[in-house]
């Protein structure tokens, strides 16, 4: 908060003129372009914007007023306003601009808001001081002037100079209310592994400024970032005894219930769930689903499961996306009989199975060895018109024949032929192996040789698999399998 500058009367910023300095915020490539998005990253710009944000990164500093000057273009503040947005990238031609600007126009709080932005977020913080003191003596600033100051000392590690910052704020004539609590603590949260500090400056602030819920969402939130669940315990409490239960106060609801969920507790969640159902603040949809959704990612159907009982028990309507993540869970577990159970509740609450819904539990079937299952399942596929995947069938037909229900994988075989799904080939060697291996030759010669005139692939893999199963039942099966691979080599030439 240094003192070496100072705005003239005119409302001009008063800075020395110096090289072009470049903070460790803006990290620069080999053509020396800035992080900051600049007039060359805008889809569109007026012109009058363009020649001046040209002026701007592409005129040494010293020369820039005199080549403004020359553009004869009378800034107006609207056009300062925009010609600030784009010059984060060049702070000291920014500042140059801005000075140049204030000869012809009084600028706009706004654009006074937008430089101190500038200038945080460029960590030249000696100007931008400079430009909070002009900004006092001209009655200016308010309270997003200090919202910015905050988040670009956070931004840049000061977190000191951030409280310090707030506690001056009342002699610059902004009253250090719990907005401005909020703001700094959410520009404090926002940096890496930092809530702990926020928590210290909410500890001693609180009892001269009360907090609201916003003030425990925002610190509830950094505590589900870090995945704190006792301080998340801790500040969940105090919350419910400052502030008590209100639906308004959701979103800290819901980050303290996925601190929960993240950090293992699910049990413990459902607890409070019923807490909150009985006090009217049940969260909705959307926290179920991400709670939900984290359960799928660790594969923990036994939590899963009352989380889900939980949720459609207080009257929330689940969508086909949260209903399929839950069945896709459920198969992952070879949990078939809850898989089944949500199929069949699918209905009642207005949401019908898609494909997806389908295929997830026909593969689990599948991977079980469940036949009869296969075999019933298949066929309800197909009257509700919702095909098996090509992947799925091919499996089908392995397993029957492997189980001893050849007749349903034959049956799914023609399916696949009378609605000419494809691609088929994967299908096709399934069937070949399969019929050759219970000892139809006859059946799978002829198949081959059909399979052969659509031009289907057989692979090559599978000819030497029917090989030495025909080789091993002697010279007339040998002679067979002998014309089929002359038959399949020269469909390849």
């Known amino acids: 908060m240094g003192d070496s500058y100072s705005f003239n009367s005119s409302s001009r910023l008063v800075l020395p003129l110096s090289k072009p300095q470049y903070p460790e915020s803006i990290q620069r490539g080999n053509q020396g372009k800035s992080s900051f998005p600049t007039y060359l990253d805008v889809p569109y710009v007026t012109p009058r914007t363009r020649i001046l944000c040209d002026i701007i990164y592409g005129t040494p500093v010293s020369d820039i007023e005199a080549a403004l000057n020359s553009s004869a273009i009378t800034p107006s503040p609207e056009l300062v306003e925009e010609v600030l947005k784009l010059s984060y990238g060049s702070p000291d031609g920014a500042v140059s601009f801005f000075r140049w600007a204030g000869f012809a126009h009084k600028p706009s709080i706004y654009a006074w808001n937008l430089m101190v932005d500038l200038l945080g977020k460029n960590k030249m913080f000696d100007q931008l001081w400079a430009a909070i003191r002009s900004m006092k003596d001209e009655k200016l600033i308010s309270l997003p002037t200090f919202v910015s100051i905050f988040g670009s000392y956070c931004a840049a590690g000061k977190f000191d100079d ?30 890496k592994d930092q809530t702990q500090r926020a928590y210290n400056f909410f500890d001693q602030i609180k009892v001269k400024v009360p907090p609201d819920g916003d003030t425990f969402a925002i610190l509830l939130e950094g505590w589900e970032k870090e995945g704190n669940v006792s301080k998340a315990k801790t500040t969940f409490g105090e919350m419910v005894v400052r502030v008590g239960w209100d639906e308004k106060n959701m979103s800290a609801y819901n980050a303290f219930l996925m601190t929960l969920v993240r950090g293992s507790q699910v049990d413990e969640a459902v607890k409070f769930l019923k807490v909150m159902k009985g006090k009217g603040c049940l969260p909705g949809l959307k926290f179920f689903s991400n709670a939900l959704n984290i359960l799928v990612k660790l594969n923990d159907s036994t939590h899963a499961v009352p989380l889900w009982d939980t949720m459609v028990g207080s009257g929330i309507m689940p969508n086909l996306i949260t209903f399929n993540a839950m069945v896709g869970l459920l198969c992952n577990n070879h949990d078939v009989d809850n898989a089944f159970r949500f199929l069949d509740e699918m209905p009642f609450y207005g949401v019908f199975p898609d494909s997806l819904t389908y295929n997830m539990i026909f593969e689990c079937l599948i991977k079980n060895k469940k036949v009869r299952e296969v075999a019933s399942f298949f066929g309800e596929m197909t009257k509700n018109e919702v095909p098996p995947t090509m992947a799925n069938c091919a499996a089908a037909i392995e397993m029957l024949f492997e189980r001893d229900d050849p007749e349903t994988g034959i049956d799914i075989w023609n399916f696949v032929l009378a609605n000419r799904v494809m691609p088929v080939d994967e299908c096709a060697n399934m069937l070949l192996i399969g019929l050759c291996t219970i000892g139809r030759f006859s059946e799978m010669k002829r198949s081959a040789y059909d399979m052969l005139d659509q031009r289907i692939i057989i692979y090559e893999s599978t000819m030497r698999t029917l090989q030495k199963i025909f080789y091993k039942e002697g010279r007339s099966a040998r002679d067979t399998y002998d014309s089929l691979e002359r038959r399949w080599k020269a469909s390849h030439t």
């Open 162 to 191: 951030a409280l310090m910052t707030f506690d001056v704020m009342g002699k610059y004539g902004v009253e250090p209310d719990v907005v401005a609590v909020n703001s700094l603590l959410s520009a404090i949260c926002q940096e």
